[in-house]
């Protein structure tokens, strides 16, 4: 029983109400509040989700027209890249900042390993053999280093991957790993007569915090396309999206 459609483009739920007790218990009623804030959010800030939503066009008029790829991995590869992307997209509108890093650094990675599984097809097979055994696993460890990968898309678009390190960085310092800048984000204290107490704000409420999470999301997405767009120079062309994506470049 499918909610959504496979190729990611919506759908419609089974029911067209909540179900029974929705909101009743705390995970449903974060996952209420979240979703409205997706609402609130494309309301408030339409500039920043049009922007998203520009950039979302972008992965989808592409992928609807990679017909016969030469190379299967790449083309997957920016499939999870764009899932990844829309994924930062939600919890960026859902007012959750440092998952949405997360989510952004997958798009990330997945870029990266699209790039430099094209420009070094032999270490498809480096990459697969992963759970081999203990060597084997040691074998990609050494291979698939985020230095390594970054200094391949450099060799071809040195613009690119300045862009990236400088985003990369940004993924880890807010929250792709356990960090104090988005720790302390997040950081709340009360104090009263009798306790102090520390909390975690899950969902912000700071709309300096929410527009500059979406334009980061925005940077991922740019980032994204460009280096899958060294993969398929002719077909971006062809298809009017390199002109697209200098266009979603300005401002950013």
Not at 36 to 60: G, K, M, P, S
Not at 107 to 116: A, K, M, P, Q, T
Not at 196 to 212: K, N, P, W
């Amino acid at each position: 029983m499918a909610h959504v459609r496979t190729d990611g483009r919506g759908g419609t739920p089974v029911h067209g109400h909540k179900p029974p007790g929705w909101g009743d218990d705390r995970l449903s009623g974060f996952l209420d509040s979240a979703s409205n804030n997706v609402l609130a959010t494309a309301v408030q800030l339409r500039d920043e989700y049009d922007r998203l939503r520009q950039i979302d066009d972008v992965f989808v008029d592409f992928t609807d027209n990679l017909l016969n790829p030469q190379e299967v991995v790449a083309p997957l590869l920016m499939l999870q890249a764009h899932a990844s992307y829309r994924a930062a997209a939600e919890l960026a509108m859902t007012c959750q900042s440092a998952p949405a890093f997360m989510a952004m650094r997958g798009c990330v990675e997945n870029s990266l390993y699209g790039f430099y599984f094209h420009r070094n097809p032999q270490t498809f097979e480096v990459w697969t053999k992963r759970n081999d055994d203990d060597a084997a696993k040691q074998a990609v460890k050494n291979e698939f280093t985020i230095r390594r990968l970054k200094d391949c898309l450099a060799a071809s678009d040195s613009a690119t991957a300045d862009a990236i390190t400088t985003l990369y960085d940004k993924t880890i310092d807010f929250g792709a790993h356990p960090n104090v800048l988005a720790l302390a984000g997040a950081f709340r204290a009360k104090d009263d007569e009798r306790r102090h107490q520390f909390s975690v704000a899950y969902l912000t409420d700071d709309r300096t915090v929410i527009r500059g999470t979406m334009k980061s999301v925005a940077q991922t997405g740019v980032a994204s396309l460009s280096i899958f767009r060294n993969v398929f120079p002719e077909r971006f062309d062809l298809l009017g999206l390199t002109e697209r994506l200098t266009a979603l470049r300005q401002g950013l």
